[in-house]
């Protein structure tokens, strides 16, 4: 059964660095060819943030962002594919929310409906 576990949340304030982890367990390694983070701020529906997906073919990785994010957040992964990471840089308030990761075993684009794994999340709370 794959298991998702996110962790690294907690309070910051604006400007600061954050960086999140996904540990993912009791999948293959085609579990984790796409790996996403995504996020629901208060209030809001869950929303797109980051994904990187493995061209099996060629062995790398492409990573995406929203516009939201790009350029400030930074999404990687361990070479055994059973960490993700996503480093969170010059947090802004509007970067509160509940940081989720996914994982699909197909190419996976941005919407949420698309992945068949979900960790329970990780509360990000950024103060201005």
């Known amino acids: 059964q794959v298991r998702l576990v996110e962790t690294g949340g907690g309070l910051v304030q604006a400007g600061d660095s954050l960086r999140l982890s996904c540990a993912a367990s009791?999948?293959?390694?085609?579990?984790?060819?796409?790996m996403g983070w995504f996020r629901q701020p208060p209030g809001k529906e869950r929303e797109f943030v980051a994904r990187i997906w493995r061209n099996w073919s060629g062995g790398t990785d492409t990573t995406y962002y929203s516009d939201s994010v790009k350029g400030r957040f930074t999404i990687s992964r361990a070479n055994d594919m059973n960490t993700m990471y996503l480093l969170m840089n010059s947090v802004k308030p509007e970067d509160t929310a509940v940081y989720y990761c996914?994982?699909?075993?197909?190419?996976?684009?941005?919407?949420?409906?698309?992945?068949?794994?979900w960790g329970q999340g990780t509360q990000v709370t950024v103060s201005s």
């Open positions: 996914a994982t699909d075993r197909r190419y996976r684009g941005s919407a949420a409906s698309e992945y068949d794994f």
């Open positions: 009791g999948g293959t390694f085609s579990t984790y060819t796409t």
